[in-house]
């Protein structure tokens, strides 16, 4: 079945550092793939979204391209922030049928001042 | 923000009482979607609906029930609470021309 697996947390970072949260899938067909960000209390928000091989998402200065070569969806930034300490999900979603969102367990990120 | 209203927010149950969460939407969106999230687990689905009257399984299913009789609200029904169903429930909604689901805040059950 369709799977995501992302890098273990939690990962902890000085302001101004540079990130890179991994993110793998298995799946068959061409699925959509997501980057969710969950803030404390909060329910889960789409962070960027890529739908086809070579797309780049990017959102607040996040930024993930979908390789199918690899399987991968890696997010990046490049100068983080406190405000970004958060909890991110990577998905992906069925490209046929139910459409259903299929997540990797969540990686805690926290940004030391 | 997508509409998506959750109720109730939190709620403490006891073992073996029956409880059903509520999610009503005003997007008209066609797919609802109920996950439960556990720490080192993400986000894990429980069932999810693809329209009126037609439901489906996800891959936690047991134990939880769902019904669909209007386009805006998906209930889910835990029809005799245990301990391991306290979590974190979230309901999501998405409309394949979309792509991307919306997610509403989350209820937290604790069951006792």
């Known amino acids: 079945g369709n799977s995501v697996t992302q890098m273990e947390g939690p990962v902890t970072l000085s302001e101004e550092a540079f990130l890179t949260i991994n993110c793998t899938y298995t799946?068959?067909?061409?699925?959509?793939l997501f980057w969710y960000v969950q803030y404390p209390g909060e329910g889960l928000q789409l962070l960027l979204k890529a739908t086809k091989a070579d797309d780049k998402g990017s959102n607040k200065g996040f930024e993930a391209t979908y390789r199918k070569e690899t399987t991968s969806f890696h997010l990046e930034k490049g100068s983080v922030q406190v405000s970004d300490s958060a909890v991110y999900f990577c998905?992906?979603?069925?490209?046929?049928?139910?459409?259903?969102?299929?997540f990797g367990q969540g990686t805690r990120l926290t940004i030391n001042p | 923000d997508a509409g998506i209203t959750q109720s109730p927010r939190h709620k403490v149950t006891e073992t073996g009482t029956p409880v059903t969460l509520r999610c009503h939407q005003t997007e008209n969106h066609r797919y609802m979607y109920w996950y439960r999230q556990d720490p080192g687990h993400g986000l894990r689905l429980i069932h999810y609906?693809?329209?009126?009257?037609?439901?489906d399984k996800g891959e936690v299913s047991d134990g939880y029930s769902v019904s669909r009789s209007k386009t805006e609200d998906f209930l889910l029904t835990l029809e005799s609470a245990t301990s391991s169903q306290t979590s974190v429930y979230f309901c999501?909604?998405?409309?394949?021309?979309?792509?991307?689901?919306?997610f509403g805040q989350g209820t937290r059950l604790t069951v006792v």
């Open positions: 609906s693809y329209g009126v009257k037609d439901t």
């Open positions: 998905a992906l979603k069925e490209y046929q049928g139910a459409q259903k969102l299929v």
């Open positions: 799946a068959t067909g061409y699925p959509s």
């Open positions: 999501a909604i998405s409309e394949p021309s979309r792509g991307e689901a919306f």
